[in-house]
């Protein structure tokens, strides 16, 4: 039996097609990309995230084996002298930079852009309502360079 060029083509094609799906990259994995390239502030200095209470509680709840959920999520930043704590209620975001000092803090959103709010001389801030879905920290106070957190999940 002589085989078609053209039908062996055509069975690739349609094993390629069939494929396609489980080889597609997760939205999400899109999304995290495309955030990794919108950083321009090449002179700022990245804050890790070394604290976040969700995390820990899962991992408590895993060792105890009890659960309980607290209302408030608790995330720290820091990069070098600089921390941003951050506290997540319902209704706000409240923050404090260490060491405190007057500033302003960018709240940059990936589809609600950046809403800006002051940070007073003892360092706090307060954003309401408390932003939710991918978001990240830009910190700008007078003669210092600026500190960016990393992308978090609020």
Known sequence: MIRDWHDDQQLLAD?????????????????????AFTWHDVDAE???????????????????????????????????????????????LRGQVIPPRAGEIDIQHREDGTRTVPVDDDGWFVVRPCPAGFVRLRLRREDDQPVITVWTTL
Request: proline share 4%; aromatic share 4%.
């Open 46 to 92: 990245l804050a890790e995230l070394v604290h976040d209470s969700a995390v820990a509680d899962v991992n408590a709840a895993l060792a105890s084996t009890r659960a309980g959920a607290t209302a408030v999520r608790t995330l720290s930043f820091s990069v070098g002298p600089t921390t941003i704590e951050v506290e997540l209620t319902p209704d706000a």
């Open 15 to 35: 094993l390629h097609d069939a494929l396609r799906d489980q080889y597609a990259v997760p939205a999400r994995f899109l999304e995290i990309g495309k955030a």
